[in-house]
């Protein structure tokens, strides 16, 4: 079957511009993470949807970041006003419930120049 | 602060040769996890330990779960071209076993 899939799998964006990446998880998956992997950084928790449970937005790290997951399928991370440092690859991943394995996305590369 | 180090950072080996990275922490984990991760693509889970002492098998690449559930380890017989990758140890917080807390990796060559 499908796996995670995200779009777009690369994003060049200016400072100060909004960014949108999307994630379409699994088919039949309850739980959706975001993360981000910095160079040289391991994964970063960004926000956790688990059904219609409110999303734990404990990792987000400022109010320029958001996200959304509308009929407990697909997933939209929003990026606010990009600075430098948002470049990242930011992965999405699935799993069938809170405690079952989590399979990832290829991610999305975003470069703010 | 990385809740778990990793070491070392960079490893280049010939193939056939045997390789052995860390993942380390002062904290106590109920689990870790090992991923691999292949350029373009994103983390795939290898293996899960949950019992200090712990050593598990899959095919060429043994796991071992500190006594004290600190550290582990990964250590891989006769490496091939094919087990080039990021090898990410991450474990749950604390607060919540669903939020993992990821090392930074080592990155892992082998040369045919």
């Known amino acids: 079957g499908a796996g995670v899939s995200q779009s777009p799998s690369n994003k060049v964006t200016e400072k100060g511009k909004d960014v949108e990446l999307r994630c379409d998880p699994i088919?039949?998956?309850?739980?959706l993470y975001w993360y981000r992997q910095s160079l040289g950084q391991g994964l970063e928790f960004l926000i956790y949807?688990?059904?219609?449970?409110?999303?734990?937005k404990s990792g987000l790290p400022s109010d320029r970041f958001s996200a959304e997951r509308t009929g407990g399928s697909v997933s939209t991370l929003t990026i606010q006003r990009t600075q430098q440092e948002d470049s990242a690859v930011y992965l999405c991943?699935?799993?069938?419930?809170?405690?079952?394995?989590?399979?990832f996305g290829p991610g999305t590369r975003l470069t703010v120049l | 602060t990385q809740l778990l180090e990793q070491s070392p950072q960079f490893l280049s080996i010939q193939e056939g040769e045997n390789l052995t990275v860390y993942c380390n922490s002062s904290?106590?984990?109920?689990?870790l996890q090992w991923y691999r991760q292949e350029p373009g693509e994103g983390p795939v889970l290898l293996v899960t330990?949950?019992?200090?002492?712990e050593v598990k098998k899959l095919k060429r690449l043994t796991f071992q779960f500190g006594d004290a559930r600190k550290d582990s380890s990964l250590h891989i017989t006769a490496a091939q071209p094919g087990d080039t990758g990021l090898y990410l140890c991450a474990g749950p917080t604390r607060s919540n076993d669903y939020k993992l807390s990821f090392g930074a990796g080592t990155t892992v060559t082998v040369r045919a």
């Open positions: 949807f688990q059904g219609n449970s409110a999303p734990d």
């Open positions: 991943a699935s799993s069938f419930s809170t405690h079952n394995e989590q399979f």
């Open positions: 330990v949950v019992t200090g002492g």
């Open positions: 904290s106590v984990f109920s689990s």
């Open positions: 088919s039949g998956h309850t739980a």
